[in-house]
């Protein structure tokens, strides 16, 4: 059987979409390029914006044509949110939505060994036995990746990434509990709920096992890790940090609420976790954090901006990257509330990078209801101003690392004779092409 692998969205989806990977490479199947012909077409898509949902169709309709007689499998968020229109779609076969993915593996091998071995001229007894096929698909697929098929942590399975030599994402978490007013993960993803910190151990020992050096945990809400396990978040870090061969740990984003002091000082004591923080803000405007039902206000905001650098910027030594989400044009983002969050950003926090997001109003939510949305020329124009201050404050920080020792991770890829990595507190460096560095670590003079 031949499958293909499509992705849209977050780091999460890519690193679910290579756990299917794999799953169906270990039970015989043959993964082809998306623009071949298939039997099975995968598409892991994202619902956070319209624009989203609409190369999710523009996908489906692609695999359609390109084999009228494929069958095609959605995931992902909006497969969660909209089931019956995915449905609806020609040449759609199985949805499977937030809950469902762990049996992704097992139910479409099963389907297509059933329609395949009761097709006519399969009709018989032995291993051709449509009740035959069926078990021989499933069993392979679940003795191939036993963890993409449990649900040990209720309703969510272990996922990591696979394909690059150097660094793999792992997830350790799904779902929120947060119900932000404008957001639609909690529908899409299902509460928080995360995968056991032994499961966690054993996927970080399979990437260690396979050369990796760098890991990103990755999650929807990671710092909420525990809610169904009843562990916490820094006993997660500290038994990842104890596997043999991961050089490096990164934890991909993590509510500014959920980085509390201790883990900041357990970082900070000298672990493979690195001077490298993605925090969400959303808004530097209280009133906007507040109305839209943030945990946090800018005061706690940037306390936690403050301890960290307290705690890891030592004398002499690197400068500590943050990468601050910011959606601008909220409901109610008035020109006065947007100085706010370009004053926060520019004068109190001075990240080393900005991922701004303009709003896009999604059904279902509380926030596409209110009548005081912003136009769309104004959230173009505050996401122009706002990127203009990310390359500013960007220059700054690579400036004030200039001359420091840092550890870079060579990667494999190669562009007119250079190749390049990431120090711990991601700066971008290059460097003439030497295949002897790939995939090790190397310290340097920024």
């Known amino acids: 059987m031949k499958i293909a692998f499509t992705t849209l969205g977050c780091k999460l989806n890519y690193a679910e979409t290579s756990t299917y990977e794999r799953g169906f490479v270990a039970a015989g199947w043959e993964v082809v390029p998306w623009t071949a012909q298939a039997d099975v077409y995968l598409i892991n898509t994202c619902a956070v ?103 040990k942590g209720g309703g969510v399975f272990g996922a990591y990434s696979t394909g690059e030599r150097t660094r793999s994402f792992l997830k350790v978490q799904d779902g929120c509990d947060n119900f932000c007013a404008y957001c639609t993960v909690p529908f899409a993803r299902g509460r928080s709920r995360n995968i056991p910190i032994c499961e966690c151990v054993k996927m970080a020992e399979s990437i260690a096992a396979e050369g990796v050096k760098e890991v990103v945990l990755t ?33 991909s984003s993590i509510e500014p609420n959920l980085i509390t002091p201790e883990i900041v000082d357990w970082i900070a004591s000298g672990t493979k976790f690195q001077r490298h923080f993605h925090i969400p803000l959303q808004s530097g405007s209280d009133t906007l954090l507040k109305k839209v039902g943030r945990k946090y206000d800018t005061a706690l905001f940037a306390s936690r901006i403050d301890y960290i650098r307290q705690a890891m910027e030592r004398s002499g030594e690197p400068k500590v990257f943050f990468g601050i989400d910011v959606i601008v044009g909220l409901p109610g983002e008035t020109e006065e509330l947007f100085q706010e969050t370009y004053a926060f950003l520019k004068e109190r926090v001075r990240p080393a990078f900005i991922h701004v997001f303009p709003y896009s109003r999604r059904p279902g939510t509380r926030a596409a209801e209110w009548k005081d949305q912003v136009q769309d020329r104004l959230k173009t124009e505050r996401v122009a101003r706002l990127e203009a201050l990310c390359e500013e404050l960007h220059a700054e920080f690579v400036a004030a690392n200039q001359g420091l020792e840092e550890t870079v991770l060579w990667e494999s890829s190669v562009k007119n004779g250079i190749m390049g990595g990431y120090t711990g507190n991601y700066i971008r460096v290059e460097r003439p092409y030497d295949p002897k560095r790939v995939n090790t670590l190397e310290k340097i003079v920024l």
Do not use: M
């Open 49 to 151: 914006t319209e624009t989203a949902e609409k190369k999710s169709r523009n996908l489906i309709r692609r695999a359609h044509k390109t084999n009228p007689e494929g069958h095609i499998v959605v995931t992902g968020c909006y497969a969660e949110l909209r089931k019956e229109q995915l449905l609806s779609i020609e040449g759609v076969w199985k949805v499977f939505g937030a809950t469902e993915k762990s049996h992704i593996l097992t139910d479409v091998a099963e389907g297509v060994a059933s329609e395949t071995f009761a097709a006519p001229g399969n009709e018989g007894e032995g291993p051709v036995g449509e009740a035959d096929g069926r078990d021989v698909a499933k069993r392979r697929v679940s003795e191939a990746i036993p963890s993409a098929t449990s649900n």
């Open 219 to 251: 999650g929807v809400n990671t710092g909420d890790f525990g809610r169904t396990t009843g562990e916490t978040f820094l006993d997660l870090l500290k038994a990842l940090n104890k596997v043999e061969g991961i050089e490096r740990y990164r934890i």
